[in-house]
């Protein structure tokens, strides 16, 4: 049974679409976290949910838009893409929020923008 | 501001060598720091967390090390192996990661 599993693996658009994310986690976890990794491969937080509430949310362009419907799935849409949102994207779960919990991280979505 | 640096972007070693990664902060005073390692085209996968009163942490051929005065954290694999090549990543406060250090271990 895969841990925390996203969908689609590749996405590939054109700039101006939007479009979403899915991540499913059946960890029983509280916490789900959005990352992007960009070209240089350096990993940023973008936004954190704890029992589905928003509980961080970085500097991230307001085209961007996380939805948690429920604890084991958190979602992510984007709007109006552009050539920049070209990046890995990891949806991570932990037991609960702060440096004390190990993450398990998804496969990873690879958007593509062009 | 804050930041996070691993000592290099990649590091090759011979097969059944040390390996020794470093990640220093500045600006921060994480009560826990963890790594992470993370193969091509897959998520970061935990290996070890260690608290700011442990000076040393060990599982298998790893060992973490802490320095919370020359805030530096300093990552070793024993007897590596090839199957140790991997890109390996710090994260203090949960959240914020190095940029990672791509291990090669040449048998």
């Known amino acids: 049974d895969t841990a925390v599993s996203q969908t689609p693996k590749y996405l590939v658009t054109q700039m101006g679409n939007d479009k979403s994310i899915k991540c499913e986690q059946n960890?029983?976890?509280?916490?789900m976290y959005w990352y992007k990794q960009d070209s240089k491969k350096f990993l940023k937080i973008m936004f954190s949910?704890?029992?589905?509430?928003?509980?961080i949310n970085e500097t991230v362009p307001n085209r961007f838009s996380p939805k948690s419907p429920d604890k084991a799935h958190l979602n992510l849409h984007i709007n109006s893409l552009e050539l920049g949102d070209s990046a890995v994207y990891f949806c991570a779960s932990s037991q609960e929020p702060g440096s004390l919990s190990e993450q398990y991280f998804g496969p990873g979505t690879r958007l593509t923008v062009t | 501001s804050q930041k996070i640096e691993q000592n290099s972007e990649a590091l090759n070693i011979q097969e059944g060598k040390t390996a020794t990664l470093t990640c220093n902060y500045t600006?921060?005073?994480?009560?826990?720091l963890q790594w992470y390692r993370q193969d091509p085209g897959r998520g970061p996968v935990f290996l070890l967390l260690i608290r700011e009163n442990e000076k040393e942490k060990r599982k298998e051929r790893l060992k973490v090390t802490f320095d919370t005065t020359l805030k530096q954290s300093l990552f070793h694999i024993t007897a590596s192996q090839p199957a140790d090549s991997a890109t390996y990543l710090c994260a203090l406060a949960g959240m914020r990661f190095g940029a990672g250090t791509r291990l090669t271990v040449k048998p």
């Open positions: 960890l029983g976890h509280d916490t």
């Open positions: 949910y704890n029992n589905k509430e928003l509980i």
């Open positions: 600006n921060y005073s994480p009560a826990y």
